[in-house]
T-cell receptor, first 113, second 114 residues
Framework: EAGVTQSPTHLIKTRGQQATLRCSPI?????VYWYQQALGLGLQFLLW?????ERNRGNFPPRFSGRQFPNYSSELNVNALELEDSALYLC??????WGRGYTFGSGTRLTVV | DQQVKQNSPSLSVQEGRISILNCDYT??????FLWYKKYPAEGPTFLIS?????DKNEDGRFTVFLNKSAKHLSLHIVPSQPGDSAVYFC?????????????FGQGTILTVHP
């Protein structure tokens, strides 16, 4: 069974540009979660999508947005990139929002220069 | 506001001994707690969880203890093995408007020496 796949693995962008990160969940999982791990910090919750709808959102500005497609894959968009957006972005999928069944991808390392 | 804290950035243990990783939280609404393990270049993997109605949960070499009055949880690994060397994150969840959102600690790097 394929795990959660994220693309690209690494992304380098210039301040002010937009970044698009992609996530394919495990087959059958309808929930997708996005987390940001900045250097020295724990994982910070960004967004939760389920059945195509945004179900919950973390304490991030509106320039962090995303969507979930009918095949349950998801996209995270970060507009007007700032240097502090440089981080590892992790996607997880699950059938169960209580975290026990979370399967994380390996992440996208975003570097803003 | 760091609602979940892991105050020890790193822990070094000899193979075969006990590893104890600690986690403190401030939000009394948290009612479900989890531990994840993360190897370099991989995503975190779920290890063990505990509901707030329990004070202990055991799974093989891993035991999680919850002290609600102290708002403290710990993960015990007995015996520790070199393959346990990884970053360990504790996480917490509550219902209501925080449903589906895990709040993570900063992580503790565990090194188990052969």
């Amino acid at each position: 069974e394929a795990g959660v796949t994220q693309s690209p693995t690494h992304l380098i962008k210039t301040r002010g540009q937009q970044a698009t990160l992609r996530c394919s969940p495990i087959s059958g999982h309808t929930s997708v979660y996005w987390y940001q791990q900045a250097l020295g910090l724990g994982l910070q919750f960004l967004l939760w999508y389920d059945e195509g709808e945004e179900r919950n959102r973390g304490n991030f500005p509106p320039r962090f947005s995303g969507r979930q497609f009918p095949n349950y894959s998801s996209e995270l968009n970060v507009n007007a990139l700032e240097l502090e957006d440089s981080a590892l972005y992790l996607c997880a999928s699950s059938l169960d929002p209580w975290g026990r069944g979370y399967t994380f991808g390996s992440g996208t390392r975003l570097t803003v220069v | 506001d760091q609602q979940v804290k892991q105050n020890s950035p790193s822990l070094s243990v000899q193979e075969g001994r006990i590893s104890i990783l600690n986690c403190d939280y401030t939000n009394s609404m948290f009612d479900y707690f989890l531990w994840y393990k993360k190897y370099p270049a991989e995503g975190p993997t779920f290890l063990i969880s505990i509901s707030s109605i329990k004070d202990k949960n055991e799974d093989g070499r891993f035991t999680v203890f919850l002290n609600k009055s102290a708002k403290h949880l710990s993960l015990h690994i007995v015996p520790s093995q070199p393959g346990d060397s990884a970053v360990y994150f504790c996480a917490a969840m509550s219902g209501g408007t925080s449903y589906g959102k895990l709040t993570f600690g900063q992580g503790t790097i565990l090194t188990v020496h052969p």
